[in-house]
């Protein structure tokens, strides 16, 4: 039996490093309403789900350089699969239709210790409503390279290794995808992977395995 255990997981490992969806959770505070009236924010919150493709295939990629520095930035098409996210209001924002994510890396010339580090990504609703991601960081050397499966090893977006500063890290709403509809900014407090089923199938393996190990054991003795 623990020989078949072993078996089960060694034929397992193959597949679940093929293109499995990453999911991240996320917790997040308004800040800002552009075009609004003005008046003080409402104390608003939202938490939900956001399911990225971690083999998204990369539709485009563009090196350039200025006296200023120099940038490389990847763009990848059907890499944000689903929005699940419940507003403090019991407001809800669902989203099943493929989104496209793109990441940028911005080297500054005169310092090869920093790297100004972007993500962008986008989905709609079904009602219209735009959600979006945005991580406006500086960078180690450390820092992950400009690709989505170097982002994606990452558990912890808020907590990204080599991160040395940086502004923001934003998730918006945005009430029409235009530019004169009411925009709905959240400074992201919680951005962290949730594992994936094959994480647990293994885990499950392995306790069955150390389960018929002992009892073996005990029969033995």
Known sequence: MFR???????????????????????NAKLVDILHGTGEPLPIASIHGYVTFESDAELSYSSESSSSSGSSIQNRFDAAVLSVDATFNDGDHFTSNNIGGAWLNAYTRIDTSTATDWFLGASTQADDGRLFSIYIDKRCSVACPDSTLSSLMLVDNLTNIPGIIGGPHFNVAIWAAPTGEALRYTYDVTMFRKVPEPGSFALLGIGLLGIRVTRRRNSEMN
Do not use: G, Q
Request: glycine share 0%.
């Open 4 to 26: 078949f255990a072993l078996a089960l997981v060694a034929s397992l490992l193959p597949a679940m490093t093929l293109a499995i969806p990453i999911t991240y959770e996320f």
